[in-house]
């Protein structure tokens, strides 16, 4: 399945906003982001252009694909079935992110970006009600429980993450127990839960034109 395999800081400066994509690094002074401040990739310019209405949507669109790190076309799909579903489909498109398997890894702190969470799910670390999941857009229910698989709790990695789990900060969705390393989605994800930052109605006013 192709894959970006660019900068991923790049991405943040193209947005023009920090988007936690290389998680602990962009907390810290080594994040590009920090050092280069807000300037476009690839150019000399210090000033951004004024950009339209329809470049301002198509970027705000953006800042939701790569924060979640999905493909166009998979995004694509996810706003198909947000249309589909009751209610506004601004909000639907962003609680179905939310509800990513690979996210919810995420959220609970087993990874520290989406991409490492995604990697960890792609290499069957994790069970869903007891059975491997290895589908970082398998889709969470309220009810379902997230843990480790017992084979996986002996690596090295396992052990790093549990030592660094309860400095996160888990969303009330979730309910995670951190001597078990086993979560309960208690229920789905509503808008408020999201960051705040980012604009589904921007996404449907893009695909709406």
């Known amino acids: 399945m192709a894959r970006y395999?660019?900068?991923?800081?790049?991405?943040?400066?193209?947005?023009?906003?920090?988007?936690?994509?290389?998680g602990d690094k962009c907390l810290s002074a080594r994040c590009p982001f920090e050092r280069r401040g807000n300037v476009p990739p690839g150019g000399r310019s210090k000033t951004r252009r004024r950009i339209s209405d329809r470049g301002m949507q198509l970027r705000e669109k953006q800042k939701v694909r790569f924060t979640y790190g999905v493909l166009e076309a998979q995004f694509r799909r996810f706003f198909a079935e947000a249309e589909r579903l009751p209610g506004m489909s601004s909000d639907n498109i962003l609680v179905l992110l939310e509800r990513r398997l690979d996210n919810v890894v995420y959220r609970l702190g087993?990874?520290?970006?989406?991409?490492?969470a995604r990697q960890i799910v792609r290499h069957g670390h994790i069970r869903v009600?007891?059975?491997?999941?290895?589908?970082?857009?398998?889709?969470?229910?309220?009810?379902?429980?997230?843990?480790?698989?017992?084979?996986?709790?002996?690596?090295?990695?396992?052990?790093?993450?549990?030592?660094?789990?309860?400095?996160?900060n888990v969303p009330?969705?979730?309910?995670?127990?951190?001597?078990?390393?086993?979560?309960?989605?208690?229920?789905l994800p509503t808008p408020e839960d999201v960051d705040s930052r980012l604009s589904g109605k921007a996404v449907v006013e893009y695909y709406s034109r």
């Open 5 to 22: 395999l660019g900068p991923r800081c790049a991405l943040c400066r193209y947005i023009g906003d920090k988007l936690m994509l290389k």
């Open 110 to 116: 087993f990874g520290t970006s989406r991409q490492q």
């Open 129 to 168: 009600n007891e059975r491997r999941v290895d589908i970082p857009s398998y889709l969470v229910k309220a009810g379902d429980v997230i843990s480790w698989r017992p084979q996986s709790s002996k690596t090295a990695l396992y052990k790093v993450i549990a030592e660094q789990v309860q400095a996160r």
């Open 172 to 187: 009330s969705w979730l309910r995670l127990d951190e001597a078990q390393m086993k979560a309960t989605v208690v229920s």
